[in-house]
């Protein structure tokens, strides 16, 4: 029997990981710039949107579970937005503020529904302030049933083996969402969900989908993992278990927009998880979920009513 999220209240999901601040700019392109040949957008409409790790964070809430987010933010404008935006969803936040650094911020400018640049602005957060946010994590993680971290490089999860490690003893599921040439910090994790790159970046290149399953079962030995979910954008997902292998495919109507998809994936597995669903399961729906918010602009969410649950 399918599981349904009518009682997703009752999942409790702590995510920790790289807060970030998304901004769009919209407006119409009617010329070319006499100063370089690129193109003058007219600016008409501003958004604000969480971003990365609160952007998971956001998903979560609206599946209707009970969401903390962990991270850093700069002592700025743009953490105070972030603050406010999470306040809006009911998201418990356990952010720390860190006087020495900028809030990451992503500012993409759309011209004719088409996104024309992104700027990016990032510090990496002091040791002082990732101290404070691992003793914080330590006292938090035993009062949540799912715990994510949410992994964008940007320097906030320098402490990652150590979180997992508190999580494995406390019998808490860890979904890891990667980045880099190393996933042996992720050792000992529940399930790490990188997409194709990601893997390719780790494993190499295959050539046959028996030489991927190998690469991918080998990986999720090394690592001690309950399984691999690997995100394949149009050819679905494929989740990897001790003694199985399930295809998942892909399910979207129209690829409109991939930015955060992977965190409407991994919010929404969490959230069946905690749920009680089955893995198997919880990945359809999340498949599902993924499938959806590509037909949506910019960082999105899905609901539960879109999920048919």
């Known amino acids: 029997m399918a599981t349904t999220l009518s009682s997703a209240n009752n999942a409790r999901i702590l995510i920790v990981g790289d807060v970030m601040l998304d901004r769009y700019w919209f407006g119409e392109v009617n010329r070319i710039s006499p100063e370089a ?3 003058v957008v007219r600016v008409e409409r501003r958004e604000e949107r969480l971003g990365g790790a609160a952007n998971v964070a956001r998903n979560a809430a609206t599946l209707g579970a009970q969401t903390g987010l962990l991270g850093v933010i700069g002592q700025d ?70 715990i994510i971290l ?72 090394a690592l001690e993992l309950e399984a691999l979910l690997l995100t394949r954008s149009e050819e679905g997902m494929t989740l990897y278990l001790e003694n199985e292998v399930v295809n998942f495919p892909a399910v979207a109507r ?16 969490a959230v069946m998880l905690g749920n009680g669903a089955a893995l198997p399961e919880a990945v359809r729906i999340a498949n599902l979920a993924g499938g959806i918010v590509v037909g949506k602009l910019g960082t999105a969410t899905v609901t539960r009513e879109e999920l048919s649950l």
Not at 105 to 116: A, E, P, S, T
Not at 125 to 137: E, I
Not at 254 to 269: H, K, M, P, Q, R
Request: hydrophobic share 40%; glycine share 8%.
């Open 37 to 39: 040949p690129v193109p």
């Open 77 to 146: 404008e743009a953490g105070s937005v972030v603050e406010g935006l999470l306040s809006e969803l009911g998201i418990d936040s356990y952010l720390n503020r860190d006087q020495a650094i900028s809030t990451i911020i992503k500012l993409r400018v759309i011209g004719r529904q088409q996104q024309l640049v992104r700027v990016d602005f990032e510090d990496a957060p002091t040791d002082t302030v990732l101290r404070d946010k691992l003793t914080q994590y330590n006292a938090l993680a035993g009062n949540y049933d799912v």
């Open 150 to 221: 949410s992994d964008y490089a940007k320097g906030s999860l320098v402490n990652v083996a150590d979180m997992i490690s508190v999580g494995r003893k406390l019998g808490k599921r860890i979904l890891v969402d990667p980045k880099g040439d190393d996933f042996s910090r992720y050792k000992g994790a529940s399930i790490l969900t990188p997409n194709r790159s990601e893997l390719i970046r780790i494993v190499g290149q295959w050539k046959t989908e028996e030489e991927l399953t190998a690469k991918a079962q080998n990986l999720r030995q």
């Open 254 to 269: 129209e690829v409109f927009d991939v930015s955060g998809a992977g965190d409407t994936v991994i919010a929404t597995l």
